[in-house]
Every structure is written in structure tokens, then in C-alpha cells.
């Protein structure tokens, strides 16, 4: 059966790319704290007009900070350990059920040329990336 799991990591790797899907997993946050801290400073610095400076200065900080932090979805994908890997693939497989392939290359022709289960797929690699994860999601350039 990991063959089959390998398969279906593919498959969503194949449809990122393809979407050029790209995330940012951990900068989200520390752009966020970046945005709450300096808000938070400017506050006690200098009553309401300091939060609101503070927190103009740390949303401009944060988005330097985590800027091109995004990387290619089927890339995060790939460094998936092999607890979240299973848990993707055990997420998909129920929408694969009546496929029959042989192998990654031809699951991903038979998805591909199916744009309803196409989208479900990545609905639900969105979902996965979103909520497991915790990532931030791009489309696109």
C-alpha cells in the first residue's frame, strides 16, 4: 500500500505545480507576532495614535520579513514527514475509489482529465495544507 500513498503525494504534487500553488508555512506566523508586538509597543508608547503607527510599522516590518518567504507547494509536499504524508493520502484516497491505475504518472492523467475530481482533489489539499499545516496559500506568480 505505499506505493499507493506515493502515488497519490505525487498526484497532489503534480496538481500544485500545475496551479502553481505556493505556501508559507511558518512566516505567516512570525509576520503576524511581528505585526501584534509592534502594535502592542506603540500602544504604550504613545496611546491610540502610537497603536495605530505601531501597528502600520509592523504590518509594513512583517511583510518585509516574510516576503518571497513562499515557497512551491509541491516542494513543501516533499518534506512532508511521513506522519503528515499518510494523513493527506488517507484524506484524498476516498475521492480516488473509483479509479483504477497503475501507477503516479497515470493516476495524475486520470485526475487531470477530470476537472470535477480535479477540483476536489485540491479542495482538499487545500484544506490540508491550510489546516494541518497551518499555511498561508498563493496562487500563481
Given at each position: 500500500m505505499p506505493s499507493r500513498m506515493d502515488d497519490v503525494m505525487r498526484l497532489c504534487c503534480d496538481l500544485s505545480a500545475n496551479q502553481q500553488i505556493t505556501v508559507a508555512v511558518k512566516n505567516s506566523a512570525k509576520g503576524a507576532a511581528v505585526t501584534g508586538g509592534t502594535a502592542f509597543i506603540g500602544g504604550l508608547l504613545g496611546a491610540p495614535p502610537g497603536l495605530a503607527v505601531g501597528g502600520a510599522v509592523g504590518g509594513l516590518l512583517g511583510c518585509w520579513m516574510t516576503s518571497g518567504q513562499f515557497k512551491p507547494l509541491p516542494q513543501i509536499l516533499l518534506e512532508l514527514p511521513p506522519h503528515h504524508r499518510e494523513k493527506l493520502s488517507s484524506a484524498i484516497m476516498p475521492l480516488l475509489t473509483s479509479l483504477s491505475w497503475t501507477d503516479a504518472a497515470q493516476l495524475s492523467a486520470l485526475v487531470m482529465?477530470?476537472?470535477?475530481?480535479?477540483?476536489?482533489?485540491?479542495?482538499?489539499?487545500?484544506?490540508?495544507?491550510?489546516?494541518?499545516?497551518?499555511?498561508?496559500?498563493?496562487?500563481?506568480?
Open positions: 482529465a477530470n476537472g470535477a475530481l480535479q477540483q476536489q482533489v485540491v479542495a482538499m489539499l487545500l484544506n490540508f495544507v491550510t489546516n494541518e499545516l497551518r499555511a498561508e496559500v498563493k496562487y500563481g506568480d
